[in-house]
């Protein structure tokens, strides 16, 4: 096999990880190669829209489980490769050096057992500071089950080292991966936590859980989310929608992923890490699933009308944040400037806030931007929905009379 | 007459000029680059200034963020940037540390905006910048950048790459800068002659293959990728200058 088909066959089946951030690491150069960057920098965008910034492979597709979901599972009948330590170093040296990576994510499947893994990955990623001195950034997965010495010897190696909760709850997951089972996971995640310090995953720890394969409700998900970065510190929980790679028959069959679903799980993770929301305030109970048509937030927001219009010149910080179109660094703006001047609506231009969706539930001293007697749900709603250009298209397209 | 004040194409130069005019309340009409070709009612006017370097160094002690962001909206290709930090540097001297938080002056959010693109656009091409090994084992890569992001990119991969030479070409600006491992040298294309010889295609052919694989087909989103990677960029960009290729 030659290395162009290793690598191909060994990124294709580390593509469904969604983590590629690079952040979050000070990593300085030690007179080798590379140093991490740290807001992380993205080197190209795959035809998916999606950054590439690490060069994301598994050292090897062969695994002993049989997890349903996965395309690497013991009984699918697909090409088996697998790395060499020194493979994985020249590939990631040469592409450093040239600019087309900022380091590696090294994932694996499972061989032998999951220390037998682990020790295969330490050894890798040992060559690579060591031999080759290269002080780039590098994502680790940890190997579920793997033991806590080997666990420590990793994580003092990498920038992030993360593993995943796959499924939002562990009835879902008995089902779909019978051999992995959530406390092995969440037993790495707290090790990690209680270690984490400078020299120890300075970039912190991450998560991916797939949506859409079993039958959890958004308010399950972000339940699960909300519970995992008070517990874990973790710095991201990755929604990855679900791709249909294997047919099974406790698999859904889905024509399309659900990507607007994943979509308002990022929204609603941005708002419970940066906006000060809860759970509570964005779902309940009798409204269990992000509306399709409104994000998150405007959703919120119109919910809870009678909170609203917020005055810009005097509500605080988290009052302006509940307001769509003002997010964290517009909110930050409009605090440090008005201690100079009344800002007026030409000039939350200026400061980035998107008039076209904060216009509704905003008044700049005193003054509503629109009539008052507008100032009603079904107004807001209609008009926030019409300005979303997809749904626009959509309907342009339900009104022709010779469709297809 | 319209009064067009002319300097060297220097951030220092400029500066001598914008405090020399400050100075005197002299309001110019424009400030121009030595090639500006005045129309019937300006002039241009040279007025031959010495470089003061210690401008630089009492704004850097005293108000060094609003230096940088006069650095960068220097090294942007709005046309009228010198206007722009010309006012900047008028009303630095009346709201001192205050005057980043006076978004409603027109001079204050137009430099904001501009230094954020010029930032904005290194911090893209410390990604998207793909080197080449020529055979004396020299990095080399072309870039074409809207503003004159060349030395910002430089002091990266001083830091990133130090024990390599390496040679970044900006086309747009006719700039190299060129590393010795221990210097960065910035030196107008006239005067240089380069020997592009590169070494074998194996990494790059590996990196695209890699690059072909990564896409997610059932998640295809072509428009999304542009929003990040502009059309621009791509001819200097090895593996989407192969689907360019693809494509047609």
């Known amino acids: 096999m030659t290395l162009k088909e290793k690598l191909t066959i060994l990124a294709d089946s580390a593509k469904y990880d969604a983590s590629c951030s690079s952040s979050g690491s000070t990593r300085k150069n030690t007179g080798g190669l590379g140093n991490a960057s740290y807001s992380g920098i993205c080197h190209s965008f795959a035809s998916d829209g999606r950054c590439i910034s690490l060069l994301k492979i598994l050292m090897t597709n062969c695994c002993i489980y049989d997890c349903k979901y996965c395309l690497n599972r013991k009984s699918n009948n697909i090409k088996r490769a697998i790395f060499t330590p020194e493979e994985i170093c020249a590939i990631t040296i040469n592409f450093y050096r040239r600019n087309y990576i900022e380091g590696l994510f090294l994932s694996s499947g499972i061989i032998k057992s999951p220390d037998y893994t682990m020790e295969l990955m330490i050894k890798t990623i040992t060559l690579l500071r060591t031999k080759y001195h290269f002080n780039g950034y590098i994502h680790a997965k940890a190997i579920p089950g793997a033991s806590e010495p080997l666990l420590k010897k990793l994580g003092k190696l990498v920038d992030r080292l993360s593993a995943n909760i796959e499924l939002p709850t562990s009835a879902s997951l008995k089902l779909l991966a019978p051999n992995k089972n959530d406390n092995a996971v969440t037993k790495i995640m707290a090790y990690v936590k209680n270690n984490h310090s400078k020299y120890y995953v300075p970039a912190g720890q991450s998560t991916q859980m797939i949506i859409g394969a079993t039958k959890e409700t958004d308010l399950d998900i972000m339940a699960k989310s909300e519970s995992l970065y008070k517990s874990y510190n973790l710095k991201r929980v990755f929604y990855s929608a679900y791709i249909p790679v294997n047919h099974d028959k406790l698999l859904p069959t889905l024509q399309t992923p659900p990507l607007k679903r994943e979509n308002r799980l990022y929204q609603a993770d941005w708002l419970l890490r940066y906006y000060g929301f809860t759970v509570n305030d964005i779902l309940s109970p009798d409204n269990p699933n992000f509306n399709l048509l409104l994000d998150p937030k405007a959703d919120y927001a119109l919910r809870h009308l009678a909170e609203f219009p917020k005055e810009i010149n005097t509500a605080n910080y988290y009052e302006l944040l509940k307001v769509p179109g003002i997010g964290v660094t517009s909110a930050k703006r409009i605090i440090k400037s008005r201690a100079y001047f009344k800002i007026t609506f030409n000039d939350l231009k200026k400061m980035g806030v998107v008039l076209k969706r904060a216009k509704y539930f905003i008044t700049c001293n005193n003054r509503y931007c629109l009539d008052k007697s507008l100032f009603k749900k079904d107004f807001i709603e209609s008009n926030l929905i019409l300005e979303n250009p997809q749904i626009h298209n959509s309907n342009l397209t339900q009104l022709s009379l010779f469709h297809e | ?248």
């Open chain 2, 1 to 248: 007459m319209n009064k067009i004040y002319i300097y060297e194409d220097t951030f220092l130069n400029l500066l001598t000029l914008i405090a020399y005019l400050t100075q005197y309340h002299v309001t110019p009409t424009n400030i121009k680059t030595s090639n500006y070709s005045p129309n019937l009612f300006e002039e241009n006017i040279t007025l031959n200034l010495k470089n003061n370097p210690k401008i630089i160094a009492y704004l850097k002690e005293n108000y060094s963020y609003p230096l940088k962001i006069m650095y960068y909206v220097y090294l942007s290709s709005d046309t009228n940037k010198e206007l722009i930090i010309y006012y900047f540097y008028l009303n630095l001297q009346k709201y001192r540390h205050q005057l980043l938080n006076m978004r409603n002056l027109k001079c204050v959010s137009a430099s904001l905006k501009i230094s954020h693109y010029v930032q904005n656009e290194a911090h893209k091409l410390k990604g998207f910048i793909r080197f080449t090994e020529l055979t004396n084992k020299v990095l080399y890569a072309k870039v074409n950048p809207t503003n004159n992001v060349l030395i910002i990119l430089a002091n990266h991969f001083k830091k990133r790459l130090p024990n390599e030479y390496w040679i970044i070409h900006d086309e747009n600006h006719h700039l190299l800068s060129i590393y010795d491992k221990k210097n960065i040298y910035l030196i107008n294309e006239k005067n240089l002659q380069l020997n592009l010889q590169s070494t074998s295609t194996t990494y790059e052919d590996l990196w695209c293959a890699f690059y072909d694989t990564i896409g997610i087909k059932e998640r295809k989103n072509i428009r999304c990728q542009m929003n990040f990677m502009p059309k621009k960029y791509w001819s200097n960009i090895i593996e989407m200058r192969n689907q360019n290729e693809k494509s047609n």
